[in-house]
């Protein structure tokens, strides 16, 4: 019976044996990347492997929190809020749902918050009270040519009345000389005539002459009838329906042309403000153009600049920037100066701006293109060459390179203008500290990339991510793989590759544990042939940098929670020993790989047994008033978690 037994388990074997051999022939491939695959998640999974490369871990997000990450913002709270509005999803935006989540890194918990408009594609950036500033977004969804049903365009409507402004809400209805109809799509107001009076004396007579020049105001407009029916090519003048009395001769339309050509996106004016510590959005003052795509960006003073965007006809803004004043909550004119959507704009000591020349999306290629350094006061603009090609910047991704002290700005990769195929692995740094500033070439990326994203790190370096070789990832094109450049050799090393691809509509920040936490991304479609649409990418990457798995972090303990500009403060630490550095790093705020907000400032330190002093730097240009995370690190480069500290 045992000799039975053990020759039908050895057959049994043996035919297992067969089959499995039969099944590894007709199926060797699969056979081997299996075996590839559990060797690679075992290689980047041990502790040497991490400690040299880093490691990338997606951050379960529960499915009522999924959205289409347009813009993400990490708070005083050490929270990130994530902005969808409509998520580039029209079905969501015609259904008016625009969606915004709360995600707490420490934690990893979620919340949902109530958005109260398309946010959709706006501008932000950080308050120096830690509150964000949110302005633009979405009023239209483009429409291709082709697909467009209803002929439409701006409207100017004018008044002639130096006593009386008038709002004329939505659906407000203009007719044509010949009997066409067009509804306006949004409520516009529109101001009161300007009135001027000029005296005269002659022969002892006194006469007083008036002058009234009219105002006008531009709205957008469709036909009511569907199809070519609703097309004018010529000028006309519009009466507008319902009025009566002296307003039906005051109050009337102009337009140019209402015709069936492609309809771009089309911006808002309104603005918000979302406060960290009640977790909500509060209306603020509106803008006096309608944008999206915009930049804003903090200067010294704590007013917040907005340039560019689409208009609400969906027209790159031409130049009419403007200043909000963060205690007034209000707006006013800023200087005039034309860019491309999206334009990263960096606040260099002294208070001027520079334009790196990377941008996103919209704007013609011979036009705004140019990098260069931009002075508010006198509105003058001092272009910066070495960089040929400025044509491909778009979608570029550029740094204020740590520390902030040594005024360098690097530019990394980018594309030809709207939908080209072009990509660049370029990279190149300007030392704007130089009396005749010039772009230098630096080390190549590892392949051509549009999309990158790149974070400031707190041991100086700079972390840079995802990104495609082709517009919005085109023949699954999606790049995975990271780097980390350090400005002191000008070199790349390599870092652990990511599980997620990021292109279009991606966003990345340093959190305050010294991580990375990578969002969305919108490919154009779904394979390599390009046959099927893109799936928005929902799931949140976040990568430990090498330093986190070497020995133990220094920490900080007790001390102040404001800082004064110019002063010192001390902090108790068993670690003092080994801190080598402390950096202010400004929390980041950004969207479409733009982030004009994060910047680290090389702070002063001296140690006793038991603690650090830092001292802070001079000059709010340098150190603009708001909140910020201290780091230290040690002689390996290893940081502390972040101490949220408030700079004034």
Same mark, same amino acid.
């Given at each position: ?11 049994? @074997? ?30 980047? =999974? ?9 490691? /990338? ?30 998520? =580039? ?10 969606? +915004? %989540?709360?995600?707490? &890194? ?18 932000? @950036? ?175 003073? $704590? ?5 560019? $965007? ?20 209000? /707006? ?10 999206? &334009? ?38 001092? #272009? ?12 570029? +991704? *550029?740094?204020?390179?740590? &520390? ?61 991510? $995802? ?44 959190? #305050? ?6 969002? $969305? ?24 940098? &090498? ?24 902090? %108790? ?15 980041? *705020? ?30 709010? +240009?340098?150190?603009?008033?708001? /909140? ?21």
């Amino acid at each position: 019976m045992r000799t039975r037994r053990f020759g039908q388990h050895r057959r049994k @074997t043996l035919l297992g044996a067969t089959i499995a051999m039969m099944l590894a022939g007709l199926n060797a491939p699969a056979v081997v990347d299996f075996t590839a695959e559990r060797y690679h998640r075992y290689k980047i =999974n041990r502790p040497d492997y991490r400690a040299r490369y880093g490691h /990338w871990d997606v951050a379960p997000m529960p499915e009522k929190f999924h959205l289409n990450s347009i813009h993400a913002a990490l708070l005083p709270t050490g929270k990130v809020l994530l902005i969808a509005g409509s998520g =580039n999803n029209i079905k969501l935006f015609e259904g008016g749902t625009f969606k +915004s %989540t709360l995600w707490d &890194p420490a934690k990893n918990t979620f919340k949902k918050i109530d958005t109260p408009k398309d946010m959709f594609c706006s501008g932000h @950036t950080q308050l120096p009270d830690g509150r964000l500033l949110i302005a633009g977004g979405t009023a239209r969804y483009e429409v291709l040519e082709g697909d467009v049903e209803r002929a439409g365009g701006a409207m100017l409507i004018k008044n002639e009345n130096p006593d009386k402004a008038r709002v004329f809400p939505k659906g407000t209805l203009f007719r044509s000389p010949d009997g066409k109809e067009y509804a306006s799509q949004t409520t516009v107001r529109v101001p009161r005539a300007r009135k001027t009076e000029k005296t005269r004396r002659a022969e002892g007579t006194k006469t007083t002459e008036a002058t009234v020049t009219a105002s006008e105001a531009r709205v957008y407009v469709e036909a009511t009838s569907k199809g070519s029916k609703g097309i004018t090519n010529t000028s006309e003048h519009y009466e507008i329906k319902g009025l009566t009395g002296r307003d039906r001769n005051n109050f009337y339309g102009l337009a140019n042309k209402l015709g069936m050509d492609k309809k771009d996106f089309q911006g808002i004016r309104e603005a918000y403000v979302f406060d960290p510590f009640t977790e909500r959005y509060r209306k603020t003052d509106s803008m006096s153009e309608a944008r999206w795509y915009p930049t804003l960006v903090s200067l010294a003073d $704590g007013r917040v600049l907005a340039v560019s $965007g689409l208009d609400d006809i969906g027209q790159v803004v031409p130049g009419k920037n403007e200043i909000y004043h963060p205690k007034t909550k209000s /707006w006013s004119r800023g200087p005039h100066r034309y860019f491309p959507t999206y &334009p990263s704009l960096f606040p260099l000591q002294g208070g001027k701006l520079f334009y790196s020349g990377s941008n996103a999306g919209y704007g013609p290629a011979d036009r705004g293109r140019t990098p260069g350094v931009w002075d508010l006061e006198h509105n003058t603009f001092t #272009p910066v060459p070495g960089l040929p090609d400025p044509d491909i910047l778009e979608t570029s +991704s *550029s740094v204020l390179l740590p &520390p902030a002290q040594d005024q360098k700005v690097m530019v990394l990769g980018g594309g030809g203008v709207g939908e080209s195929s072009k990509s660049t692995a370029r990279t190149a740094v300007v030392d704007l500290t130089s009396r005749h500033p010039v772009f230098r070439q630096g080390p190549d990326l590892p392949e051509k990339t549009r999309y990158l994203n790149s974070v400031i790190m707190p041991d100086d370096t700079v972390f840079t991510t $995802g990104g495609s070789r082709d517009y919005r990832g085109r023949g699954a094109s999606d790049i995975l793989t990271a780097q980390i450049y350090h400005p002191r050799s000008r070199t790349f090393t390599t870092a652990a590759a990511p599980t997620v691809g990021r292109d279009y509509h991606t966003e990345a920040l340093l959190l #305050p544990d010294g991580r990375v936490a990578v969002f $969305g991304s919108d490919p154009l479609f779904g394979d390599k042939d390009n046959t099927r649409p893109g799936t928005f990418e929902q799931r949140v990457e976040v990568f430990t940098p &090498p330093s986190l798995y070497r020995t133990p972090r220094p920490t900080l303990n007790g001390g102040p929670r404001h800082l004064h500009r110019g002063a010192t403060a001390t902090y %108790t630490t068993p670690d003092a020993a080994r801190i080598t550095t402390a950096r202010l790093i400004h929390p980041g *705020s950004t969207t479409h790989v733009t982030d004009v907000d994060q910047r680290s400032i090389a702070l002063g330190l001296k140690r006793t047994a038991a603690s650090v002093t830092i001292s802070i730097p001079q000059g709010r +240009s340098l150190v603009p008033s708001g /909140w910020y995370m201290l780091f230290v690190t040690d002689r390996h480069g290893i940081p502390s978690k972040a101490q949220w500290v408030h700079v004034r």
